[in-house]
């Protein structure tokens, strides 16, 4: 279970379901203060304003900085009150703390992170997967395992992925899930097991039609399955391993060297000093984390 909960049960599901189809909304985070004089305090961990890092600050981000995120619980969402919270605001937050400077994140369609960084628009990227196509105009600094799993209903008879064979399979319309499961039926009729089903929904969480018992079993984003059988136990379970693909990366435009390094660095003494374990503790994401900040996955070890 996650070292604490911000919130009730009932009030997350409710604001995640909500961010399904709302708006993009905005939340301020603030650094340890506008001017870096005072400390941070976040999951037992003081953050002070390091000297070292708050120097290499570019100056158009020193006056503060605008991150775009992708509503995907726990990584990021909107809660009741209208602020972004989540795994990646608090781990923005962190560091902007380290920089003595503000910062914002926004709730955004996933469409726009890129091209409002390389406009200008935002410092940098925060949900971007780590592939070969994003290294074409980012330069991605990688700071999250992540993946997909399977998910399905604490009292269900499915206990192996070879028992998905001759199910229904939930996933979200137009995403990489929908492919892989694609091939999971063509793997389950080449085992002799017909039956197998796909079926993609728009607008709504996966574990909606899991819980209401229209599939046998949801394949999502391995941080939302992750958070879902850790703090809903009584009603969901994972099936088999976690498949992980690619991490999750802080990406800026390339050619911004400087910028990766500050990025890098940061996220780096975030895990030197402990407050990135405990963020990832927060929200139930330690199976995720990376044993370093890397860039471009340069010398990282397989996932």
């Known amino acids: 279970m996650r070292a604490s909960s911000r919130f009730s049960k009932g009030a997350v599901l409710a604001a995640l379901m909500a961010t399904a189809v709302a708006l993009p909304a905005c939340s301020s985070t603030q650094s340890a203060d506008g001017a870096g004089n005072e400390n941070l305090e976040m999951y037992g961990h003081t953050i002070v304003a390091d000297q070292e890092l708050a120097d290499r600050v570019p100056a158009e981000w020193k006056g503060g900085i605008t991150v775009p995120v992708k509503v995907l619980q ?20 962190a560091m902007a703390a380290k920089w003595g400077v503000d910062a914002t994140m926004e709730a955004v369609a996933f469409d726009g992170h890129v091209p409002g960084v390389l406009a200008g628009k935002y410092a940098f990227t925060a949900s971007t997967g780590d592939h070969p196509q ?48 694609e091939e999971k039926v063509e793997e389950c009729d080449a085992a002799g097991i017909p039956g197998t089903t796909v079926t993609g929904f728009s ?16 394949y999502d ?4 399955m992750l958070y879902m059988a850790d703090t809903q136990p009584d009603q969901f379970r994972l099936v088999g391993d976690l498949e992980m693909v690619a991490p999750i990366a802080f990406g800026v435009e390339k050619g911004q060297d400087d910028k990766v390094a500050l990025l890098q660095d940061t996220v780096q003494a975030l895990m030197d000093d402990g ?19 890397y860039v471009n996955q340069k010398g990282m070890p397989a996932l």
């Open 203 to 218: 607008n709504t969480l996966i574990t909606v039609p899991l819980e209401a018992g229209r599939i046998d079993v949801a």
């Open 74 to 93: 726990p990584n990021a969402y909107v809660d009741e009150t209208g602020e972004v919270v989540g795994l990646q605001p608090d781990l923005v937050e």
């Open 221 to 224: 984003s391995v941080s939302y």
């Open 275 to 293: 407050v990135y374990d405990a963020i990832f503790a927060e929200w139930g994401q330690q199976e995720l984390e990376l044993d370093a900040a």
């Open 134 to 181: 994003r290294r074409e105009v980012l330069t991605l600094v990688d700071y999250l395992a992540a993946g997909v799993a399977y998910l399905t209903a604490a009292d269900s008879d499915i206990e192996t992925k070879e028992d998905i064979c001759g199910r229904h399979i939930g996933v979200i319309k137009g995403t990489d899930q929908e492919l892989r499961a």
